[in-house]
């Protein structure tokens, strides 16, 4: 019986080209990939900055690994926090303007350890249609109240906080970037409902960390923001290159979070080596900038290729450049055009984006050379019309 319901299911995905598989990879994250002994160039990496390969963070990696082996042993409640854990943290809580901060394993683990435990019965959550998975895993695992709105509609975020009932907590959870479209979210706006209608915002920067304002603190920078309302959430897997989730804010968050995040109380706390490259992952951006200003260098160079060439972009104002073709099959066709021709870029289908809303979803890297890009543009300009999308 089980076997037939997963055979039907496999069938089903084979049938609307949803069927995803995993494409073996004899190389680490950089501009190009070698996939089945070919040579591709890469754009659909979120190492923003190109850190993944950096030598200062693989230094960094083993001398830790030398000094602390390479696995923690148990959960940091268990086995003790390590003194990295505890540097790294400072670092961030510096990075994001807040008191405290706190490491978990994972962005996706500490979404759901951090809103699970934070949202308690009946309390009122307004989650931006478009946000990321994990976002929308963690409110599930609540008692909460859900309530969606439409991307980045600040009138109907407000409708909606208007309705609330006298003493219900509220928390306005949102992307900074938003992983798919590529767009930021109106963080000022929010700000304001937030302190019009006594909200909390759930702010997930993952996208954004290294990324957004003129440090790369992210969203709250870009936008010149400090609220004590805001609960700032981010990774340290995209721009910074290596691993790990955290959050950030209040003494008094973090001592919560720690008692009642369940992703972080029962796992085994990350490695020795993990810890120290990210800590040379910030010590890059505060004293290398020249690395994100070649990423955006590369971003508005694309931007301007990719619209002129008549593509919808999504309204994408970042290294996230989204190519909306529409159907499934369209993008499987595309992105089989573009690895023949040289250049890795799967498709996105739904579940992950909605129905009809197919994409190449192009991520830029400091790395990239203008050679690259131009031979990106060359391609997607060639196979586009040859496809009847251009």
Not at 86 to 109: D, M, P, R
Not at 355 to 384: D, N, Y
Request: charged fraction near 20%; include cysteine.
């Amino acid at each position: 019986m089980w076997q037939t319901q997963f055979l039907e299911t496999i069938n089903h995905l084979k049938d609307h080209n949803l069927l995803r598989t995993l494409t073996p990879l004899d190389n680490g994250a950089d501009t190009t990939v070698t996939i089945e002994g070919k040579k591709l160039l890469a754009f659909c990496s979120n190492n923003y900055l190109g850190f993944a390969n950096h030598p200062k963070l693989k230094a960094a990696a083993i001398k830790a690994i030398q000094m602390f082996g390479v696995g923690a042993g148990a959960s940091r409640l268990i086995s003790g926090n390590s003194r990295l854990y505890e540097t790294l943290e400072e670092k961030i809580a510096h990075i994001k303007s807040c008191e405290k901060a706190l490491v978990f394993n994972s962005g996706y683990t500490a979404n759901i350890g951090v809103l699970s435990a934070l949202i308690q019965k009946d309390d009122l959550v307004l989650c931006d249609r478009l946000n990321h998975a994990s976002l929308m895993e963690g409110i599930k695992l609540s008692d909460g109240s859900l309530r969606v709105y439409r991307h980045k509609d600040m009138h109907q975020l407000k409708s909606l906080l208007a309705r609330r009932t006298v003493n219900r907590k509220a928390i306005i959870v949102t992307d900074g970037i938003f992983s798919m479209d590529g767009d930021i979210a109106p963080l000022p706006e929010i700000v304001a409902l937030a302190e019009q209608y006594d909200a909390m915002i759930y702010l997930d920067d993952a996208h954004a960390t290294g990324v957004l304002g003129a440090n790369g603190n992210g969203t709250c920078e870009h936008f010149n923001l400090h609220s004590d309302r805001i609960i700032q959430m981010g990774t340290l897997s995209k721009a910074l290159g290596c691993f790990g989730g955290f959050v950030a804010g209040s003494p008094l968050l973090i001592s919560y979070v720690v008692n009642k995040a369940r992703s972080l109380i029962y796992t085994t706390a990350l490695p020795p080596s993990v810890l120290a490259s990210a800590l040379a992952a910030f010590k890059l951006i505060e004293e290398e900038p020249m690395h994100r200003k070649r990423l955006w260098d590369n971003t508005t160079s694309v931007h301007k290729s990719v619209t002129a060439l008549g593509y919808n972009t999504c309204d994408s104002k970042t290294p996230i450049v989204p190519i909306l073709v529409g159907e499934a099959d369209c993008a499987i066709a595309f992105s089989k055009r573009l690895m023949q021709a040289g250049i890795y870029v799967p498709a996105v289908r739904p579940p992950t984006v909605p129905k009809g809303q197919s994409r190449l979803r192009i991520t830029l890297m400091a790395t990239h050379t203008q050679e690259q890009i131009a031979f990106l543009i060359c391609k997607l300009k060639e196979i586009g019309k040859a496809l009847g999308i251009l």
